[in-house]
């Protein structure tokens, strides 16, 4: 049996909710905006932005999922391993991703900070374990899941730190940062 095709209509449908929230949260703060908001600049009905998202925050958790996994997949596609460059490009891809969500959604930003932060983490937690189980398939699953945790908090504490603490370009940060990364406390 084959693979079924999702209507053309629904993914113009979803990513015209998409967009409309997106053009809203840059005009309201996030504990604004209201379903009304979006369906009116998306043209759509109440019915049809239900049949899409439950509410308001789990449309805001398909726009920061997609434009996470995104970037970092496009950062990454030329890596399949963990290494050094994998981490530099991560870097840069929620580097990038945070700068311009604050950029996009200004007034937003601040109120879906929180959540924001939890997806990213989660999503390089995901990112991070399945690059970990490809370069050391016979260590113990918790291990890597501990390895895993470390490396995206610690890479999502670094853009943080950068973003809000950092006059170094992104590039210049990380290689600074790096030697934290591959040798930890080590590093003289």
Avoid at 24 to 48: E, W
Avoid at 148 to 173: F, K, M, R, T
Avoid at 181 to 186: I, K, Q, V
Wanted: glycine share 2%; hydrophobic share 40%; with cysteine.
């Amino acid at each position: 049996m084959g693979i079924s095709k999702i209507d053309p209509r629904i993914l113009r449908t979803r990513r015209l909710l998409v967009d409309s929230f997106i053009t809203v949260a840059q005009l309201k703060d996030f504990k604004d905006i209201t379903i009304k908001d979006i369906t009116d600049k998306a043209t759509v009905n109440r019915a049809t932005f239900y049949a899409h998202f439950v509410d308001k925050y789990d449309l805001l958790d398909a726009v920061l999922s997609e434009n996470i996994l995104k970037n970092i997949k496009e950062m990454l596609s030329c890596h399949d391993y963990l290494s050094e460059a994998t981490i530099i490009k991560i870097f840069l891809a929620v580097t990038k991703f945070q700068r311009d969500l604050s950029t996009q959604c200004k007034k937003s930003y601040e109120s879906f900070s929180t959540m924001i932060e939890h997806k990213i983490k989660k999503e390089l937690e995901s990112v991070f374990f399945s690059l970990l189980i490809k370069r050391n398939p016979q260590r113990e699953k918790e291990v890597l899941k501990i390895g895993a945790v470390l490396l995206s908090w610690g890479i999502y504490g670094a853009c943080v730190d950068w973003q809000h603490n950092s006059s170094l370009p992104a590039e210049e940060y990380i290689k600074i940062a790096m030697p934290y990364f591959l040798n930890g406390m080590a590093v003289h």
